[in-house]
């Protein structure tokens, strides 16, 4: 398998997933990267992402009900780290930058992990029908107030975020299409909504637990009269207004642009697109076309996407997000592989890293790329990919020992040091970043498997190695 | 109708009255309840809610003992609960491996058991419960097994291994012992329930998997009656079913809660929440856009048990479900002989 192989093979899992370990990596090379991707765009034909969601119900009395936010954030980042349907759960986190959708006003995280799952079903299908059931999700009918959207008291919040934020951006419509859109989504609520209000103000759990929220359409509280929207006049309801949004050509570039600063490089953040122009003006009009060719179709554009050339020569153009970081590490030293106490750690970890999965800071969502890159940030990155290292045991980590040792009985420390990097992702190391692991590798010279005193110290410098490597301004780049 | 829901005792407390995720209970001397609460999550400040609580069938509230930790004395994941004919509490525990005793007043006395695969060890020790001669049978979950220890802790013998044959099991969880010594396990990422004789000898097999009468979904916890009947926790259904003694199925149990004495008081000191939920549609049809399962009818509809891990009989035919997602216990009142 040549090396290049691997290495895109690495990018395009660490972009359609969270990174993949060498042995799977060699499995996905073997069927070639169209065949790769294809399997990746349709997870509905891969095995259920988990093995027995009944295990983790089980141990994690917690992630049954799910009260709290702690227990959805560590349910959800368990299930990235295992999952078998990498791109489902990418996509779904990808949804939750875009809709973002916050725990602080809602107290009632579980409602966000079932957006979460909707994300799942509806995210790499119809980017129109994913609206309208975005429209419908109760935990976003609380979050921009569309439960108080009535037809004698039209609340504009929705109306507005859906059209700035969610499809077209700022400068592609009116004051006035806000109005009009806002009361073609009049009616549409949760049900028992005076309950779940009052429950939320309080953050009451009591008697028993949460309830669930459903959604709940009030024809009496709709607004059925003529409206003029976008250049459009009819008595449109929400749906209606979701096909006059998706017709409107400053959607498809709207979306191909979140497409490409999610999946390909990092943009400038999205309230700032109607001043910054695209970093790469070819990609955004490929994949604007391919939106509207293919209906707002999700997975054509990625196949288009996946395939391009400017995809596959971005590699470490991105910054993780801590999400990505957590979980792509996770899933390199194959940690929290079974469901354990220690799990609940997970939500902690990529919030002390400065994402609050589940809790966006604003309707905004999070601000990326180097924005991500803090000092304390930095210093959680690392101690936490650093601590999954270090631990000889872990089958990911043992993996890539065996295969150093399975190479040759002793490797000079640049080899050693060309194995590392290639065993955690095919990493391309800067000139500085070389030149530092090489003068390490080289303090103690070539590695050696022979003797039992070798093989220790062996197991020793590749823990270091991978420490280092972890450690480096490039492990933090996807 | 043999089974007429009785009244509903708790509700979710962080501590002090009430529960939090119980997961098991015995009726101690004087017709005492000890509510075993797993509570999660696992992070530092929720510790204080993994306990076990005291009360009456009545809703009083006699106190609390045991807190989170990984200490002695200390409990993580709780799982089962048995007591012995002199009244000491054993406790097992999931996450540390390990059975821990206290005394009827909450004191703590030892604890016994570490983490392996070797006689006598543990990997996640579940359901327990004690044998006629006062020994106590431990579903050794991830082993696979059951094993028998004297009261103090010596390993006497045990059977099973992973497998889905019989006498074989899938992370067994409730074990229970019947009035001639017959001993029960809910075997459950098996979907059954196994009957084998005192000695381990495999007798019979009850239920498969589903939703139907008399199928199971990952049954969690096994009581007997005096009659030999069979309760059975069927916890990836979300309901409690009821087998004869022969395995025929008899009764299914989906839930029925109202109230709990502590949940009217707590609405008396907060009436603007009351009222709300008196207006609320509290049994809502669900949308049948979205494609539900019994799991979110429970989260949807509170009466319903979510999540019932235990079942247990008092000598008045009283049944107490532990509903473990909603934080109370169920009593049913057993009013006739089956037939």
């Known amino acids: 398998m040549a090396d290049r192989d691997l290495a895109l093979m690495a990018h395009l899992l660490r972009r359609a997933g969270f990174g993949a370990g060498r042995w799977e990596l060699e499995r996905y090379a073997a069927q070639g990267y169209e065949a790769t991707v294809e399997e990746l765009l349709h997870p509905e034909e891969a095995p259920p992402a988990l093995e027995d969601e009944d295990l983790i119900r089980r141990y994690h009395i917690d992630q049954n009900s799910l009260i709290y936010v702690e227990s959805c954030q560590a349910y959800w980042l368990y299930r990235m780290i295992n999952t078998r349907r990498p791109l489902e759960e990418k996509i779904a986190l990808f949804w939750h930058h875009i809709f973002a959708t916050g725990y602080t006003k809602l107290n009632q995280p579980k409602a966000i992990l079932k957006q979460v799952e909707m994300f799942r079903r509806h995210g790499l299908g119809s980017f129109r029908n994913l609206l309208v059931e975005l429209s419908r999700d109760p935990a976003m009918l609380f979050w921009l107030d569309n439960k108080d959207n009535r037809k004698d008291a039209v609340n504009e919040n929705y109306g507005r975020e859906i059209l700035e934020l969610f499809s077209m951006g700022v400068g592609n419509y009116t004051e006035d299409d806000v109005r009009q859109c806002s009361r073609a989504f009049t009616g549409w609520t949760i049900r028992n909504a005076s309950l779940h209000a009052s429950r939320v103000s309080r953050d009451s759990v009591w008697p028993y637990g949460r309830l669930d929220w459903q959604f709940e359409y009030l024809s009496e509280d709709h607004d059925n009269g003529e409206k003029a929207f976008l250049g459009e006049r009819g008595d449109f309801d929400g749906e209606e207004v979701i096909d006059i949004i998706c017709r409107n050509p400053a959607t498809a570039r709207f979306v191909a642009r979140h497409i490409y600063n999610f999946f390909v490089a990092d943009e400038a953040p999205a309230p700032a697109w109607q001043t910054v122009p695209p970093k790469d003006p070819y990609a955004i009009d490929l994949l604007a076309a391919a939106l509207v060719t293919h209906e707002y179709d999700i997975r054509s554009v990625l196949r288009t996407l996946f395939n391009s050339d400017f995809f596959k020569q971005s590699a470490f153009r991105r910054v993780k997000s801590p999400v990505e970081m957590v979980v792509g590490s996770a899933r390199l030293s194959r940690s929290y592989e079974f469901p354990a106490v220690e799990d609940i750690r997970l939500g902690l970890q990529a919030n002390f890293m400065g994402q609050n999965i589940l809790d966006p800071p604003s309707v905004e969502g999070w601000h990326t790329g180097t924005e991500w890159i803090n000092t304390a940030g930095l210093v959680n990155r690392i101690n936490f990919a650093v601590d999954l290292f270090s631990d000889a045991n872990k089958p990911g980590v043992r993996y890539i020992i065996d295969s150093l040792r399975g190479r040759r009985k002793s490797l000079s420390p640049p080899q050693f040091v060309d194995e590392c990097l290639d065993m955690m992702g095919g990493i391309a190391a800067s000139e500085r970043t070389r030149r530092e692991l090489d003068e390490h590798a080289s303090l103690q010279g070539d590695l050696r498997f022979g003797t039992d005193a070798d093989e220790t110290e062996a197991v020793r410098r590749i823990v270091e190695m991978m420490q280092l490597v972890a450690s480096s301004r490039e492990y933090q780049l996807a | ?339």
């Not at chain 2, 075993?36 to 106190?63: F, H, P």
């Not at chain 2, 045990?158 to 012992?177: H, I, M, Q, R, T």
């Open chain 2, 1 to 339: 109708m043999n089974y007429r829901y009785s009244h509903t005792i708790g509700f979710l407390s962080v501590s002090g009255r009430g529960f939090n995720n119980p997961v098991d209970l015995v009726v101690g001397e004087g017709g005492l309840l000890y509510v075993l609460n797993r509570a999660g999550s696992d992070v530092t400040e929720r510790m204080v809610s993994k306990r076990i609580s005291i009360c009456t069938v009545e809703e009083g509230y006699i106190g609390e003992f045991g807190k989170g930790g990984v200490g002695r004395g200390e409990m993580m994941w709780p799982c089962a609960m048995a007591m012995s004919d002199d009244g000491y509490l054993f406790v097992s525990d999931e996450a540390l491996h390990r059975i821990s005793i206290f005394d009827r007043d909450g004191g703590f006395v030892e604890s016994w058991g570490v983490r392996g695969t070797g006689e006598g060890e543990f990997n996640r020790p579940a359901g327990i419960a004690f044998d006629g001669d006062d020994n106590l049978l431990v579903a050794d979950g991830l082993n696979n097994r059951v094993q028998r220890f004297t009261y103090e802790g010596r390993y006497l013998g045990g059977w099973g291994s992973a497998g889905s044959g019989c006498g074989e099991f899938n992370v067994p969880w409730g074990v229970s012992v019947g009035a001639d010594g017959d001993v029960f396990v809910a075997d459950w990422r098996n979907d059954r329930v196994q009957k084998f004789d005192a000695d381990g000898k495999h007798l019979a097999v009850f239920g498969t998997p589903g939703a139907g009468e008399g199928q199971l979904h990952r049954p969690s916890g096994v009581s007997l009656d005096d009659d030999g009947n069979l309760y059975i926790a069927d916890w990836g259904n979300h309901r409690v079913q009821v087998l004869d003694a022969e395995g025929r199925f008899f009764a299914a149990l989906r839930g029925d809660a109202g109230m709990s004495t502590w949940s009217e008081e707590y609405f008396r000191a907060n009436p603007d929440e009351l009222e709300e939920r008196q207006k609320a549609d509290l049994e809502p049809i669900l949308d049948p856009l979205t494609i539900y399962d019994a799991r979110d009818e429970s989260a949807s509809i509170e009466k319903y048990f979510w999540g019932p891990t235990s079942v247990r009989i008092d000598d008045d035919y009283r049944i107490y479900v532990v509903d473990s997602c909603r934080h109370r216990i169920q009593v049913y009142q057993r009013e006739t002989a089956l037939s």
